[in-house]
């Protein structure tokens, strides 16, 4: 045992602790636990439950959210909490119980009933983020029996989804709310009684604690419905099983009893609420129904209820019968151990009370149990790290590559952690996590005087924006002040209200500090001595006449750090001031205070013409040197002072409304700036036509049947990549990437990491016996860096090791030395330089001089529209195992191209491509950036288990993956549009240049997608466009969903909407003049068929009543100057097929067993999008059997060769036609067997054929016909077909700080005759989310050297939980039918996405009204993302005229538009 005394002092140990936690109720004991491992770690690798997953290590994504549940001795409670395990250090988990994902609920023993939930409202899709997502609800359910919507909203602020745009999720759980049920005031949970309580709330009293935790838990079972109810009793048995020795079985009798009881009474109130459609109900209701008569059996004594318990899960598992049509899934009443109640053993203060010390391989953990201990250790240790929450340190480790030896837990100090009201204030121990501090101050809030608790209101207010509650269970207030953030979100209230902190070191009296203008001494250092510790801090009251404010400013408003902050407090008498602190976060190096503002507003009237000096004071008071870290330095300024105008507004408003006059008011106009963002939450329908009346139950094919990998995605059982149980000897490998973005090669030195602990080998170009060149297109990209790099995040070389600590470790240790070259990074640069790769293509159509000639106005514009990092939760991940004979590989690879993994690591490696097989099981997630890119990653995989003759794996951390694998194109657009007065467009000149990166990659068919985009959906006679490959030292650019189509549509619409401006006309009528007819030629020849455009339109405009809406938002801007509404309808046609025709072919082989059972295998891979789930309903009805008879494994490269990638949504279309195809043969294979025996079943005709020597295995082909465009001529089919669809978006804007929200969005959608509506659904409102993300939100930031910074969640923002359209509804076009792919169908996958452009043009709609104001053009240059920068600085008033952009190329900006 490696437990060690502590050092030199009075308190040191003499015995040994060994970690002791508790994982799902089982006990873990560590003797030597390493301090730098994190639970994360520990679970996946020791204990090998791999359902909570690692999506980003920096606690920003969700993936890893277990929960900790914690025993409170004083309270004799236990505490509940959702925590991210990427964070936790095992080492804080002593005496605590942590409950993952398989905890609650197992396929085998049974799903929890959030798990079901999830999985059935279609809430998950890739499923990587699902377990943390069911990890967030349970815990919220375990601390709150009936939480309310909004609880449950805030319980996922910490959470990401990327795949479903989150609203089947909210909706789904709300079934577990209070006041949301369909059934109204019928909901169950407002009908039941136990102990005349209401059930919410019940707690039955005078039996043993454990068994009290265990009623609780059955009567919030109860209250779901019957089936959980049994499992309550299931659950008790258990619990009675374990404890037996402890406890009478009166005690059970009595509670099985009371429960029996409370579900007979409530058992007619038990209904199931939220289904989307008729056919979702009727299965609902059957199941109830069988529910309901199981109830009838129910046992009523201990003695029955033990011999009923082996029978009562046989029941309930033929009972019940899922929505996947006669499909049994094996879902059984919820198990004992998914709801593992707190183990008795961790009932007790001993953990509490011991003091540890752990030793690891590089670093020593202690955790002191007194002030005194700390501080003697913390005299030994002067620059040992504190930890409390570990959410500062533990991202340091992780991603700054910091090294702490020594770490001391400062956790179980009693001064630390104490709470004390007093006379000047609250102190709160430093320790009090950011969830303690938000009750502690609601509760002060709730009791108070209101004039007192200002301040307490702020930090309140404030807390509900920073980070999610994984987060902020866990950090400490302590933490947050001493990491000296420039950007903390507590700083600058603490130091406007002047808090006090104090401080000890060892033999001193505690000191107490004003945290003011000279606490904090330079970038995160504070006047804290390195021997002192924090040991509390008192929040002081406010005064009668004091106001104090709290603002913040982010990208996004959930979960992520603030641009600028503030805290503003004032003291007036009357109307005069005589105190006030100013205190700004995000404006320099450290949270400052506005001084000199400050000094000169004593004793000055608070009315306008003070306001009007302050602007300039602050503007002065802040300064910020153009290209400061960080960037966007005007609008920084600018918020600095829109933050002290709106709190300005504030206090005057106060004044008015309390009549102190001071000869200013604030005009109506203006009363909504001061309203702070309100979260609302979402509403939504989803429309879809459900199948004909006669179609047989069995045939699945357009219903809503969930994703068939949901339950294993829900429980955690799913298998990706990195979840695969290690082979014997299997290695992990890390990369060298490169850190300059052009540069020659001079030395690649990996000697040091050789000797580094665990590392096996070194490999780089040297290493590959076969090629080194490779690209899908053009070969003109290196697998590993030979004599020069030409991005940042180039492959260098890679290092394998026996840990992935070790192996990144040393990774880092390989010494690189480089020659600089001079560096090409943006479209501009690169067309300065001529840097372009290829010719240009261009398509041209009628005559454009005449266009122009015939034209009344012509208008001239530029936009641009940023790339976007595709963050699939699941990283690149890739296992090598080498076979031992003939060369032989077997990868498993997170790919959508398996078929080209295949040809380049045998190409890679000098071997033939039947020698190497790939699979592909499932992705978390894809979007196009595992179509190519994930080949990078494959290859040294596989050179080194080549090499070594060892399985090899990788998975990407999430930095890495960002760093280097590429992004969607950065697109710059140059227009010249000539049209009529009444806005008819004659002519367009349009320029096209995308950002490829370092080598071509897909770029030119990327390019092309957006040449035959750029019309969007309008009719334009005489037009051209030439497209430009920009060539530049970033990471090669990819396919990402859209492939293009986006940034084609993008600036269609931004000319449309200049139209509209220059002609003073409503875009939506702009958009209708000119919008695309049945049998139109596009510009690129191809003749519009069964074009729905119109339908599309006209279903969106009634139904979201645009135009009705359009008048009310009209009627808001003209009553609100600070706020501004927009509304916006646009419409989208996206082309269906691969570009390239020789990608348009796909592959099936369908294999039927003796036993009638049928394996399906065909060449698209499942990322999420549900495509085996179509697959399998195409073959249900081709076979015409059931479901339940049908198989799809994976996805291999020895079952179907040659395949296309799995892409340009054109997956379902070719893969379903080739599994029709073959379904087809097999059933004329059969069909004599079945004349012979008419009322036979399917087993018994295959058996027949069987025997009659019939192959019951087919292998099709599909090839689209009639395809094939040269752009030589402009002439041929390009598209199969199109899918057509329309979106309306309201928003609103605050014109002060650049926030928005999306009120409202309706989207109409063209999928033909769907082939599963709950899918196509999930897909439109998935591609819209990450839509809105491209154009409102994520903002990659890039230096002017090439250095990306945002590399993670926490830097690059995806839409979040909050972001969802307030009111979100998707309907699905009726009587839409597609003679061109499979079962009338349409693709899906990219189509949509482009519809979130209706946010975005809503917001330049509303941008246009505050620039209508401020008498501003109303033509302007929006580029996308709309960020709140741009928002707000496109709201110019005279605010930002303060603040001019410097003129371009007059300084260094700190990141560059790529
Ligand atoms: C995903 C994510 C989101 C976040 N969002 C926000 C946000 O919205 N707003 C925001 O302001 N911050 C945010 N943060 C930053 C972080 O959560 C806070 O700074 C947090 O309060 C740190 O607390 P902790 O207990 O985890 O600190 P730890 O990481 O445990 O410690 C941080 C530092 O404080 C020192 N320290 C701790 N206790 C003491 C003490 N008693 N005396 C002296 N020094 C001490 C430690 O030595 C260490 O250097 C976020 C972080 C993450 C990972
Ligand atoms: S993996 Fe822990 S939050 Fe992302
Ligand atoms: S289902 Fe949420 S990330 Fe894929």
């Known amino acids: 045992m490696d437990v060690k005394s502590g050092p030199d002092m009075d308190c040191s140990i003499q015995e040994t602790t060994a970690l002791t936690f508790y994982v799902n109720g089982k006990k873990v004991v560590v003797p030597n636990p390493d301090p730098e491992t994190t639970l994360l770690h520990f679970l996946r690798t020791n204990l090998r439950l791999t359902g909570t997953k690692l999506g980003c290590g920096e606690g920003g994504c969700g993936a890893c959210t277990v929960m900790i549940s914690k025993y409170n001795p004083s309270t004799n409670q236990v505490k509940h909490l959702s925590v991210n395990a990427c964070l936790a250090p095992i080492c804080s988990l002593h005496g605590l119980a942590v409950t993952t994902v398989e905890g609650i609920g197992s396929i085998k023993q049974g799903l929890h009933p959030i798990q079901e939930k999830i999985a059935k409202s279609h809430g998950s899709q890739c499923g990587f983020c699902t377990p943390g997502i069911v990890m967030s609800m349970y815990t919220l359910l375990r601390n709150i029996q009936n939480p309310t919507v909004e609880d449950m909203e805030s319980a996922f602020e910490g959470n990401l989804c990327r795949c479903t745009g989150y609203r089947p999720i909210i909706e789904g759980f709300k079934d577990f709310t209070k006041g949301s049920c369909a059934m109204g005031k019928d909901c169950c949970r407002n009908q039941t009684k136990l102990n005349n309580n209401d059930c919410g709330q019940t707690v039955v009293n005078g039996y043993d604690s454990d068994v009290q935790e265990c009623v609780e838990a059955a009567v919030r079972f109860r209250v779901f419905c019957v089936h959980a109810f049994l499992s309550s009793v299931r659950h008790l048995l258990y619990q009675w099983k374990l404890f037996r020795e402890q406890l009478s079985s009166n005690y059970f009798t009595s509670v099985i009893e009371e429960l029996v009881r409370v579900a007979n009474a409530s058992l007619n109130a038990i209904r199931g609420p939220i289904y989307v459609s008729k056919p979702e109900r009727d299965l609902r209701d059957r199941c109830l129904a069988e529910r309901m008569q199981s109830r009838l059996a129910l046992p009523n004594t201990l003695a029955s209820i033990i011999a009923d318990e082996p029978d009562l899960s046989r029941r309930k598992k033929a009972n019940c019968v899922m929505q996947n049509g006669d499909q049994q899934t094996d879902l059984l009443p919820t198990d004992s151990t998914q709801d593992p109640i707190f183990p008795p053993q961790l009932r007790t203060r001993v953990f509490d009370d011991q003091y540890l010390y752990y030793k690891g391989e590089r670093s020593v953990w202690y955790r002191p149990t007194s002030l005194d201990q700390l501080l003697e250790l913390k005299a030994v240790h002067p620059t040992a790290r504190l930890i409390i929450g570990n959410t500062e340190v533990g991202v340091e480790i992780k991603l700054k590559n910091m090294h702490y030896p020594v770490m001391i837990a400062v956790t179980h100090i009693p001064e630390l952690q104490r709470v004390v009201s007093n006379a000047d204030g609250i102190t709160i121990g430093a320790s009090v996590t950011l969830a303690q501090l938000d009750q502690t101050l609601r509760a002060a809030i709730s009791t108070l005087p209101e004039h007192q608790t200002g301040v307490f209101r702020a930090i309140v207010e404030m807390l509900r924006w920073f980070a999610g509650h994984q987060i902020r269970n866990v950090a400490a207030i302590g933490g947050n002040i001493m990491t000296a953030s420039p950007i903390s979100d507590l700083n600058p209230l603490f130091m406007a209200a002047g808090v006090m902190l104090h401080v000890a070191s060892k033999g001193v009296e505690i000191r107490t500090l004003k945290m003011d203008e000279n606490f904090f001494l330079g970038y995160r250092k504070t006047a804290v001595d390195s021997s002192e510790v924090l040991v509390s801090l008192t929040i002081p009251y406010t005064q009668q006449n004091e106001y104090f404010y709290g603002y913040k400013q982010a990208y996004r408003r959930e979960d992520d750090i603030a641009i600028v902050n503030a805290g503003i407090r004032v003291l007036l008498e009357d109307s005069t001031i005589r105190d006030m602190s100013l205190a700004f976060g995000g404006m320099a190096p450290t949270t400052v205070m506005a001084l000199n503002a400050m000094k000169q507003t004593i004793g000055r009237k608070w009315n306008d013409s003070f306001l009007n000096d302050m602007t300039g004071l602050l503007a002065d008071d802040l300064p910020l040197a153009v290209g400061s870290p960080g960037g966007m330095t005007e609008y920084r300024r600018t918020l600095c002072v829109s933050f002290f105008f709106k709190f300005y507004l504030t206090v005057q408003l106060s004044l008015n409304k309390q009549h102190i006059t001071n000869g200013s008011k604030v005009p109506s106009s203006y009363r909504s700036a001061t309203d702070s963002f309100q979260k609302e939450s979402i509403k939504s329908a989803q429309i879809f036509e459900e199948v004909a009346p006669g179609q047989p139950v069995e045939d699945t094919l357009g219903r809503p049947l969930n994703h068939l990998s949901a339950y294993k995605q829900a429980t955690g059982e799913a298998i990706y990549v990195d979840d695969i149980p290690p082979y014997k000897d299997e290695l992990i490998l890390a990369f060298v990437f490169s850190t300059k973005s052009h540069a020659k090669l001079i030395n690649v030195d990996p000697s040091v990491s050789l000797t580094m602990p665990g590392v096996v080998d070194f490999i780089s170009f040297k290493d590959i016996p076969g090629q080194n060149m490779w690209g899908p297109i053009e070969h003109d990209e290196e697998f590993m860096a030979s004599e020069k790099v030409v991005c940042m995040g180039q492959i260098v070389g890679a290092v394998i090791a026996d840990s992935q600590t070790h192996a990144q470790r040393a990774a880092k240790a390989v010494q690189v030395k480089y020659e600089d070259l001079s560096p090409i990074i943006t479209i501009k640069e690169a067309i300065a330089a001529k840097s372009y790769h290829g010719e240009p293509r261009v398509i041209e159509r009628g005559n454009l001089r005449e266009g122009f000639e015939m034209s009344d106005h012509i208008i001239e514009g530029e936009v641009h529209i940023g790339g976007q990092e595709h963050f699939y939760l699941e990283t690149n991940a890739a296992l090598a195992v080498p076979k031992y004979e003939d060369g032989e590989m077997e990868m498993f690879v997170s790919t959508q191209n398996p078929a080209e993994t295949q040809m380049m690591v045998a190409r890679a490696l000098g071997i033939a491509e039947n020698k190497i097989v790939i699979r592909v099981k499932r992705m978390g997630g894809g979007f196009g950036g595992k179509e190519t890119r994930s080949v990078i990653y494959s290859i040294p995989v596989a050179v080194a288990a080549e090499k070594l003759g060892r399985p090899v794996k990788c998975m990407l951390d999430r930095d890495e993956d960002m760093l280097s694998s590429g992004c969607r194109h950065p697109f710059y657009g140059k227009f010249k549009v000539g049209f009529t007065k009444d806005a008819r467009i004659l002519a367009l000149d349009l320029e096209l240049y995308s950002n490829i990166g370092c080598s071509l990659d897909l770029s030119r068919p990327v390019m092309e997608r957006a040449m035959f985009h750029c019309d969007g959906c309008y009719k334009i006679p005489n037009m051209r466009v030439t497209g430009r490959l920009c060539r530049t030292n970033i990471p090669s650019n990819t396919a990402f969903r859209g492939f293009g189509g986006p940034q084609g549509n993008f600036v269609s619409e931004t000319y449309i909407a200049d139209i509209a401006a220059a002609l003073d006309m409503s875009p939506i009528k702009v958009r209708e003049v000119n919008m695309y007819s049945e049998g139109d030629l596009t510009h690129f020849n191809q003749k519009l068929e069964n ?351 303060q603040f001019p952009l410097p003129e371009e190329g007059s300084f260094k900006p700190w990141f560059v538009e790529l």
């Open 1091 to 1441: 074009c729905n455009i119109r339908r599309c339109w006209d279903e969106c405009l009634q139904s979201s009543e645009a135009n009705h809406r359009c008048c009310e938002v009209a009627i808001f801007n003209s009553e609100n100057r600070w706020k501004k509404r927009g509304i916006s309808v646009i419409p989208v046609k996206f082309g269906i097929s691969f570009t390239a025709k020789f990608m348009n072919q796909a592959g099936a082989l369908v294999m039927i067993y003796r036993d009638g059972s049928v394996l399906i295998a065909h060449g698209g891979t499942e990322m999420g999008q549900g495509l085996h789930t179509k697959m399998t309903q195409v073959a249900c009805r081709a076979l015409n059997i059931s479901m339940s008879k049908i198989h799809i494994s994976e996805t291999s490269t020895n079952t179907i060769p040659n395949t296309s990638p799995t892409a340009a949504s054109a997956s379902s279309d070719l893969n379903g036609m080739a599994i029709k195809n073959a379904c087809e043969i097999l059933l004329e294979r059969i069909e004599p067997y079945r004349s012979q025996n008419p009322k036979g079943t399917w087993e018994e005709w295959v058996t027949a054929a069987y025997f009659d020597r019939v192959s019951l295995s087919v292998s099709t082909f599909y090839k689209t016909p009639d395809l094939g465009y040269d752009f030589e001529t402009n002439d041929g089919r390009v598209f199969n077909y199109f899918t057509f669809g329309a979106a309306c978006s309201e928003v609103e804007i605050d014109c002060l700080t650049g926030d928005h929200k999306v009120l409202r969005t309706d989207i109409v959608m063209d999928v033909g005759t769907s082939l599963n509506p709950a899918i196509d659904i999930g897909q439109i409102e998935g591609a819209f989310t990450q839509g809105y993300g491209l154009m409102m939100m994520e903002q990659q930031k890039v230096s002017p050297d090439g250095f990306l910074f945002t590399r993670g969640p926490g830097a690059y923002k995806i839409p979040g939980f909050g972001d969802v359209p307030i009111e979100f509804n998707v309907s699905l076009l009726r009587s839409s039918f597609n003679s061109r792919a499979v079962y009338s169908s349409k693709a899906i996958g990219e189509p949509p996405l482009f519809l979130a452009a209706s946010v975005f043009f809503a917001v330049k709609e509303a941008i246009r009204s505050a620039r209508g104001d401020a008498e501003k053009s109303r033509i302007f240059q929006l580029n996308s993302p709309a960020t709140p920068e741009r928002i707000r600085m496109a709201c110019e008033d005279q605010f930002t005229k």
